[in-house]
T-cell receptor, first 113, second 117 residues
Framework: AQSVTQLDSQVPVFEEAPVELRCNYSSSVSVYLFWYVQYPNQGLQLLLKYLSGSTLVKGINGFEAEFNKSQTSFHLRKPSVHISDTAEYFCAVTLYNFNKFYFGSGTKLNVKP | GAVVSQHPSRVICKSGTSVKIECRSLDFQATTMFWYRQFPKQSLMLMATSNEGSKATYEQGVEKDKFLINHASLTLSTLTVTSAHPEDSSFYIC?????????????FGPGTRLTVL
């Protein structure tokens, strides 16, 4: 079975500071990895995804994530956050057929002025 | 990018009534659509997967007769919560997978907040 762990439920950070949101996964087979962002009372928006190739993936809004197979991690980073980045971020994995997505419990990023 | 809409965005109903939620893919054909449920401060849990023209596949623990799913066309899937009770109050989110060029990504709708009184 697959599972996703987001250890930090909340991450407070000051504007223009760097941030890292952690994601670890467990799977006995190869998976594909995704990060989604959810603004209040809205659905999920895709930030970035790792399917294959370079382990460093760049997404929208200046976010990037690095796939580390040995550590089964896919941490999300941004060098300088903005107030508008305040939202909840979900890490997810799926298998080869891209059907069932397994989501982490989410990390609320709170960017303070 | 691909757009998925949901209607209504919010619905309040009395206990015992049925509520229908629509999920539409606006600019692509969705061969597969998914329905998720999100409880407060929790992550999304997949309820069911629906393929156009066939019966939905429900996840373990999800009542088929309570959550009726219909995927009548390549752009529309509906979720009907029958005989709703307060414990059905939740945020329901649909997603759709593009059967064409972006088969690896699910595009999510904005969600429907259901409150059952």
């Amino acid at each position: 079975a697959q599972s996703v762990t987001q250890l930090d439920s909340q991450v407070p950070v000051f504007e223009e500071a760097p941030v890292e949101l952690r994601c670890n996964y467990s799977s006995s087979v190869s998976v594909y990895l995704f990060w989604y962002v959810q603004y209040p009372n809205q659905g999920l928006q895709l930030l970035l995804k790792y399917l294959s190739g370079s382990t460093l993936v760049k997404g929208i809004n200046g976010f990037e994530a690095e796939f580390n197979k040995s550590q089964t991690s896919f941490h999300l980073r941004k060098p300088s956050v903005h107030i508008s980045d305040t939202a909840e971020y979900f890490c997810a994995v799926t298998l080869y057929n891209f059907n069932k997505f397994y989501f982490g419990s989410g990390t609320k990023l709170n960017v303070k002025p | 990018g691909a757009v998925v809409s949901q209607h209504p965005s919010r619905v309040i109903c009395k206990s015992g009534t049925s509520v229908k939620i629509e999920c539409r893919s606006l600019d692509f054909q969705a061969t597969t659509m998914f329905w998720y449920r999100q409880f407060p401060k929790q992550s999304l849990m997949l309820m069911a997967t629906s393929n156009e023209g066939s019966k939905a596949t429900y996840e373990q623990g999800v009542e088929k007769d309570k959550f009726l799913i219909n995927h009548a066309s390549l752009t529309l899937s509906t979720l009907t919560v029958t005989s709703a009770h307060p414990e059905d109050s939740s945020f329901y989110i649909c997603s759709a997978r593009d059967g064409g060029t972006s088969t690896d990504t699910q595009y999510f709708g904005p969600g429907t907040r259901l409150t059952v009184l």
